[in-house]
Antibody, heavy 115, light 109 residues
């Protein structure tokens, strides 16, 4: 199993960013997937998950209405569209396979929100 | 929202000693849907335990999990140098809101 995130970077408050996660080594469409983030020096925070078909999606209250999770099973890819970014969204964002618990994780991509 | 409180915040022990980490939930996890993760500096978290007591693939048997209801424990029977890290518990009893504890740092004494 390999998960590789990309798309992080520096963005101004109010800006947008799209994260991607490429998956390999397993049947991607069979798995729920999640995004989990970690602010610098802080703990882990679950952000969002999506079912294998994409028909079920849930979000943490802190990102609801601003972030959108999606997937393309033909491309074995997971996405996180982030809009109206705030300073407090600064974090390393991990994608992870999910069985309720998170069994496989990517290495993370850093999102910095700053003016 | 289910709040998880981990204790202690920091645990100082020596290699070879036994470590006991606690995680308390604000409400009962009826199906013992609790997991434990290890995170070393600069690395992604690694799943250790799921279902409160089942070891994940490849996890040494010195790691064990126990508990039910609101009180859960991660025990490391004999600490190895590579075990010094931060440990997080996570509940997945609520399928619409997953939460983590704030973490316990296990440091070398």
């Amino acid at each position: 199993v390999q998960l590789v995130e990309s798309g992080g970077g520096l963005v101004k408050p109010g800006g947008s960013l799209r994260l991607s996660c490429g998956a390999s080594g397993f049947t991607f469409s069979d798995y729920y997937m999640s995004w989990v983030r970690q602010a610098p020096g802080k703990g882990l925070e679950w952000v969002s998950y999506i079912s294998g078909s994409g028909g079920t999606r849930y979000y943490a209250d802190s990102v609801k209405g601003r972030f959108t999770i999606s997937r393309d099973n033909a491309k074995n890819s997971l996405y996180l569209e982030m809009n109206s970014l705030r300073d407090e969204d600064t974090a390393v964002y991990y994608c992870a396979t999910q069985m309720g618990y998170f069994d496989y994780w990517g290495q993370g991509t850093l999102v910095s929100v700053s003016s | 929202e289910i709040v998880l409180t981990q204790s202690p915040g920091t645990l100082s022990l020596s290699p070879g000693e036994r470590a006991t980490l606690s995680c308390r939930a604000s409400q009962s996890l009826d199906s013992s849907y609790l997991a434990w993760y290890q995170q070393r500096p600069g690395q992604a978290p690694r799943l250790l335990i799921y279902g409160a007591s089942s070891r994940a693939t490849g996890i040494p048997d010195r790691f064990s999990g126990s508990g039910s209801g609101t009180d859960f424990t991660l025990t490391i029977s004999r600490l190895e140098p590579e075990d010094f890290a931060v440990y997080y518990c996570q509940q997945y009893d609520s399928s619409v809101m997953y939460t983590f504890g704030q973490g316990t740092k296990l440091e070398i004494k």
